[in-house]
């Protein structure tokens, strides 16, 4: 069963990776900004498994991502490990219920993975980090963080579920 449930998952987050890689994910612009879908996930994950396991999982986007931009294999790897790490660590004094802690915990992630992946991607020049900071952190990081309640919600519903399997 765990098998399949792991199969289940990163389909889910092939899925998602494809999604926002196509030209009609643009449409879901906010002023400019789209949410990073394949973040929110993970926050998510980091929260029900932890920070080892997250860890890889971002390890694993950032270097899929890296291999979707065509440059150095690594900069996003490790900005996504490090996401995972946080969520794994962060996750574990959330209350994961609340719809302000979701929000407030995956802006926090979002606002820190964002930034990073800024300053590799302008090689730290701080007049190019000042012009794209609002609307590639920080509302980029706002629209993630408002999406992702239903991640959690569905990931609450499959532990629960899991812990009653298991309780028969």
């Known amino acids: 069963m765990n098998a399949l449930r792991s199969l289940v998952f990163l389909f889910v987050l092939y899925l998602v990776l494809v999604v926002e890689t196509q030209p009609q994910f643009r449409a879901l612009a906010l002023w400019g900004a789209t949410p990073d879908l394949a973040l929110a996930l993970l926050c998510i994950y980091g929260v029900e498994r932890g920070a080892a396991r ?27 490990a490090l996401g995972g790490y946080l969520a794994g660590k962060l996750g574990v004094r959330i209350y994961k ?41 920080g509302l980029r990081a706002a629209y993630t963080a408002a999406v992702a309640p239903p991640f959690f919600w569905l990931g609450i519903l499959s532990l629960e579920r899991k812990r009653r399997l298991h309780a028969r």
């Open 97 to 137: 219920r609340q719809i302000s802690t979701q929000f407030l915990f995956t802006a926090l992630i979002a606002l820190t993975v964002h930034f990073l992946a800024l300053l590799f991607d302008t090689g730290g020049e701080a007049g190019q980090i000042v012009r794209a900071l609002p609307l590639g952190v």
């Open 54 to 80: 997250a860890c890889a999982l971002g390890f694993l986007i950032g270097l899929i991502r890296d291999a979707a931009v065509g440059g150095a294999l690594g900069p996003l790897a490790g900005i996504g």
